[in-house]
Structures are given as structure tokens and as C-alpha cells.
T-cell receptor, first 112, second 114 residues
Framework: TQLLEQSPQFLSIQEGENLTVYCNSS?????LQWYRQEPGEGPVLLVT?????EVKKLKRLTFQFGDARKDSSLHITAAQPGDTGLYLC????????????FGGGTRVLVKP | KAGVTQTPRYLIKTRGQQVTLSCSPI?????VSWYQQTPGQGLQFLFE???????NKGNFPGRFSGRQFSNSRSEMNVSTLELGDSALYLC?????????????FGSGTRLTVV
């Protein structure tokens, strides 16, 4: 069992549809980060959420940090083929010296 | 500014050999972390260095080691390679320790052990 559980593991949608990816834990995190990774490349940081209940928007992407700081979600509006990739959530795990721990990822495919 | 540079991009080694991977962080970043990424296990933390000191270590055998130089460049070494060491090895840098506000990753080194 992963410390950060992401769901769904895989999502395939048509261009223009909306999607939501979830990141859940039984542990409290001081912050959570979201990354997108394309094949053959390293993850690219999209956003960091720090405050419980915080909502951040990045163009068509909306990120939310749960009030209890145990979960987060990423919502994409009107998805485009360029949104295709592996979405990863990550957070510093305090019980392990704050090493950055990653969820298993959600693979998103947006078909034109 | 230049991103995180990892060399080489691809590597094929034979079981039992050893390998050294290199990472040059973003200028001014003193924290460098290494991760192993495999399809089955995802991204697993290897270690983090900050100002030449190892700050944290993941659950990997002693065959995996690393170091950081005074210019913040980092290397990781894997000795006595096993087939299961085949993976994408990612280096990430951040301005502060533990990357609380996010890391910048390199493109990785794809290691194949045959």
C-alpha cells in the first residue's frame, strides 16, 4: 500500500471533456505537489499546495488541498491532447525525515 | 537558465558491473535528490544531498551510493548490478533542503542491465 494513493490509475477521455484525479492518504502532509511526466522525460512541477482548503488554478487546471491536509485533487477542464501524461502527486513525509514521497500516478490519455 | 542535466541519457550494462550516473543541478540549487522509477514501483526515493551532506536515505541496499561535490554536482553509483536495477534514474534539485516547495527534475538516465 502506497502512502499516497492516486485514483484512477488510468483515464482515457475525448478532447473537450473534463477529468478529475485524486490523491489520498491517511497521513497529514504539510504540503502536496503535483507533477506531470511525459514519456522519456522527468516530472515537471505543476503546483504546490500548502494550506488546508487551498484552491489553486493554473489555466484549465484546478488543484485543491483537503481541509485536513490528507488529500488533494486535480481537475482539468476541457482537456486537450497536450494534457496527456502521467500525473503524480507527492508530499514530504514527516515520519521519514520529510523525504518527498510520490503516489503511484494517474496515466491520462486525451484523444483528439 | 539551464535546467537539471543528467548524463548519460542511456546506458546498457551487464550484470555484476558497476555504474556511475551524474547530475548537474540548476545553478544556485544546493539540494539534490535521486529517485528510481520503474513501472511496477513508481518513483522510489534513493537519497538526498544538501551542501555535500547526505540528509536522507531511502530503503535501498548498500550497493546504491551517492555523493555531492562542493559545486553541488552529484553522482550516484550502483555496484554489482542486478537485472532488477534496470530503471529510469531521476535527479532533482531544489533551492532548499527536502524540496518542500517543489523539485526540478532532469530528464533521467535510462539504465538497462542485461
Amino acid at each position: 500500500t502506497q502512502l499516497l494513493e492516486q485514483s484512477p490509475q488510468f483515464l482515457s477521455i475525448q478532447e473537450g471533456e473534463n477529468l478529475t484525479v485524486y490523491c489520498n492518504s491517511s497521513s497529514v502532509f504539510s504540503s502536496l505537489q503535483w507533477y506531470r511526466q511525459e514519456p522519456g522525460e522527468g516530472p515537471v512541477l505543476l503546483v504546490t499546495v500548502v494550506t488546508g482548503g487551498e484552491v489553486k488554478k493554473l489555466k484549465r487546471l484546478t488543484f485543491q488541498f483537503g481541509d485536513a491536509r490528507k488529500d488533494s485533487s486535480l481537475h482539468i477542464t476541457a482537456a486537450q491532447p497536450g494534457d496527456t501524461g502521467l500525473y503524480l502527486c507527492a508530499g514530504p513525509y514527516q515520519a521519514a525525515g520529510n523525504k518527498l514521497t510520490f503516489g503511484g500516478g494517474t496515466r491520462v490519455l486525451v484523444k483528439p | 537558465k539551464a535546467g537539471v542535466t543528467q548524463t548519460p541519457r542511456y546506458l546498457i550494462k551487464t550484470r555484476g558491473q558497476q555504474v556511475t550516473l551524474s547530475c548537474s543541478p540548476i545553478s544556485g540549487h544546493r539540494s539534490v535528490s535521486w529517485y528510481q522509477q520503474t513501472p511496477g514501483q513508481g518513483l522510489q526515493f534513493l537519497f538526498e544531498y544538501f551542501s555535500e551532506t547526505q540528509r536522507n536515505k531511502g530503503n535501498f541496499p548498500g550497493r546504491f551510493s551517492g555523493r555531492q561535490f562542493s559545486n553541488s554536482r552529484s553522482e550516484m553509483n550502483v555496484s554489482t548490478l542486478e537485472l532488477g536495477d534496470s530503471a529510469l534514474y531521476l535527479c532533482a534539485s531544489s533551492l532548499k533542503a527536502r524540496g518542500t516547495y517543489g523539485y526540478t527534475f532532469g530528464s533521467g538516465t535510462r539504465l538497462t542491465v542485461v
